[in-house]
C-alpha cells in the first residue's frame, strides 16, 4: 500500500534552510510533477468515479388532510368506512441516495431501502447522462438491491474486493451522493468489523464499521479499498455520532446479487424453527451441559426441521461444525444456505449429544426474504404498510402484551393503507381474513394471494376489535 509522505521534524528543518540560501529542493521537483504524486486517493477516485451514479426516486404516499388528532382517531375512522380514504391526498415523496455499476449491461448495485417502494427510479451517471432503471430484485433482509438501466454507451464498472481480508485499519474511500451533493469523496479507515446494528429500521450483523465520513445519500454507494475496488456497500450512520458509518461487507453481496438477477429475490434456505438463545438460568434448569447454543422454541409442521426431528425444547450447539453462539449466529448460517441444502445438526436433548441431518426447504414467499431461525419478521402485509413478528418474550414485555398467541405489528408505515385504517405500532393480529394466526407460515397462508381486501382481528389492551382496508 502507497501511504502519505511525511517529513521528520530534522528533515523539515533542512527544508526551510534550503528554501533561506535559495538551494534546490526535493519538493520543488514533486511540484513540477504534481502536488499529489504520492497519494494514491486521487488516482483512485479518477478511475472509479464513472462507475459510482447518483439515484433518485420519486413514490406516491397518501397523507390524511385531516387535522389532528382525527386523522389517527380509530372510531372515526370506522364511523365513515370507506368513505374515510377521501379524506386523504396523494403526496408525491422524493429521494436519493447512490449505487455503483457492476456490469457493462447496466447493472447498478445498491441498498433495498433507497429503491424500495418506488414508483420512478433515476440514475444519473457521473458525465451527467440520465436513465430510467427498473427493479431487477430486491432482498430487505440484507438491504440489497439490484436494478438496471439501458445504456447507450460503455458503461464503467467496478471490480469487487474481498472483504473478508481487509483489516481493521486499513484505508478506504466512499463515493456517494450526501444530501444530493452529487459525487463526494471521503477518506478514513476501517474501524471494526463484525458490527450488530438492531434497530427500528436496520437490524444486521456482519457490518464493516468506518470512520470515512457517510452521511444520507451516500447510502448504496461502494466503500473502496486502496487497490479501487469494492470491500463495502455504505448503508448506515448513527445521527449525530461522528466517525461512525457502517457499510454491508462485499462478500455477502457476491453471495445473493445472482441470485437477485436470476429470480428477483434471494433463494435461502429455511429450516423452519423459531429460537432463542440459550441462558444460564435455563441451562442450569434443564440440565443442559452447554454453554452456548440456540434452543428451539417451535417446529413448524410439515418444515425440514421436523422431517429432521427436531424437536421443542432441543438446544443446536452447531451447524455444520460452526458454533451456533446466539440467535444472531445461528440465523446467519442459516442464511447462508441454499435451498436443498443437507446440514449437520449437533444439538443437546436431555443431556445427551445427538446429530441430526436436515435438508433445507425454500423458504416461503409467505415470510418475503426472512430466513429460519426466528424470531423472524414477515413482509406477507408490507403491500399495506404494516411489519409484524412472531411473539417473543423480549417484544411481549416492550409491548405489554399479556396473550401467548398472535402477531405482533412491530411497523407502521407512515401514509399507508394500515395506518389510514388505524392499525399501530404494538397491535396484536389474532385473525387475518377469518383465520386465526400464530406465526408468519399462517399468515401466508391467510393472505388472499391477488385480493386487495384483508380483515383484521386486533387486540390493543386487552380490548378486540376488526379493522379492514384495501391495500393500494
Known sequence: MRVFRRYSGIAFLALALAVVLGLPTAGAAASA????????????????????????VETVSRRSALPLPFQDDPFFKRFFGENFREFSRSVP????????????????LTNNHVIDRADKITVTLSNGRMYEAEVMGKDPTFDLAVIKIKPDANLTTLSLGDSDTIQVGEFVVAIGNPYGLEHSVTVGVISAKNRSIHTSDVNFDGFLQTDAAINPGNSGGPLLDMDGRVVGINTAIIPYAQGLGFAI??????????????????????????????????????????EEGVIVGDVFPD?????????????????????????????????????????????????????????????????????????????????IGIGVSELTPELRRQYRIESRTGLVVTEVAGGSPAQTAGVREGDL????????????KQLGA???????????????????????????
Open 33 to 56: 510533477k504534481g502536488s499529489y504524486t504520492d497519494n494514491p486517493i486521487v488516482q483512485i477516485v479518477k478511475d472509479t468515479s464513472p462507475a459510482v451514479v447518483n439515484i433518485d
Open 93 to 108: 415523496m422524493k429521494g436519493r441516495g447512490s449505487g455503483f455499476i457492476v456490469s457493462k449491461d447496466g447493472q447498478i
Open 249 to 290: 461487507p462485499v462478500n455477502m453481496a457476491k453471495q445473493i446479487m445472482n441470485d437477485l438477477v436470476a429470480y428477483g429475490k434471494v433463494r435461502r434456505g429455511w429450516l423452519g424453527i423459531s429460537v432463542q438463545t440459550l441462558t444460564k438460568e435455563f441451562a442450569e434448569a434443564y440440565n443442559i451441559q452447554a
Open 303 to 383: 418444515s425440514a426441521a421436523e422431517r429432521a426431528g427436531l424437536q421443542r425444547g432441543d438446544v443446536v450447539i452447531s451447524v455444520d461444525r460452526e458454533k451456533a453462539k446466539d440467535v444472531a449466529a445461528f440465523v446467519n448460517k442459516i442464511r447462508s444456505f441454499g435451498p436443498n441444502a443437507e446440514i449437520k445438526l449437533e444439538i443437546v436433548r436431555g443431556g445427551k449429544k445427538l446429530t441430526l441431518s436436515a435438508k433445507l426447504d425454500e423458504i416461503p414467499d409467505s415470510e418475503g426474504a426472512v430466513a429460519s431461525g426466528g424470531p423472524a419478521q414477515g413482509d406477507a402485509l408490507a403491500g
Open 429 to 440: 393480529l389474532l385473525e387475518v381474513n377469518g383465520k386465526k394466526i400464530s406465526n408468519l
Open 446 to 472: 391467510s393472505v388472499k394471494r391477488g385480493s386487495k381486501s384483508i380483515a383484521f382481528l386486533i387486540e390493543r389492551n386487552g380490548r378486540t376489535f376488526f379493522v379492514s382496508l384495501r391495500s393500494e
